[in-house]
């Protein structure tokens, strides 16, 4: 079974820093494109940042700069540094990709919670 887990959300005074991790389990993904989103309240979900499985790297223009994503494959995790942090950045973050599971299967973790107070 395919899990992705988030962790390392949390409460951030402007201008921090936090690292959000996504661990995925049941499949290798060091040769998958994973993906970030997140959502505010109220508000759509957005794709913030993508990295291929060749390390390729591409993010909104709303975190250019000041988030970096990255991955692990040693430990099948993907990360996401996130300096500067704004009040807007107040969303919950998810994980994404489409893995192959009996047929590709696109997967969401349950999301890490993060706040940016002013």
């Known amino acids: 079974q395919v899990q992705l887990v988030e962790s390392g959300g949390g409460l951030v005074q402007v201008g921090g820093s936090l690292r959000l991790s996504c661990a995925t389990s049941?499949?290798?993904?060091?040769?998958?494109?994973m993906k970030w989103y997140r959502q505010a309240p109220g508000k759509q979900r957005e794709l913030v940042a993508t990295i291929t499985g060749g390390g390729s790297t591409n993010y909104a223009d709303s975190v250019k700069g000041r988030f970096t994503i990255s991955r692990d494959n040693a430990k099948n995790t993907v990360y996401l540094q996130m300096n500067s942090l704004k009040p807007e950045d107040t969303a919950v973050y998810y994980c994404?990709?489409?893995?192959?599971?009996?047929?590709?299967?696109?997967?969401w973790g349950q999301g890490t919670q993060v706040t940016v107070s002013s």
């Open positions: 994404n990709a489409d893995i192959f599971s009996n047929g590709l299967v696109n997967y």
């Open positions: 049941g499949r290798t993904v060091s040769s998958t494109a």
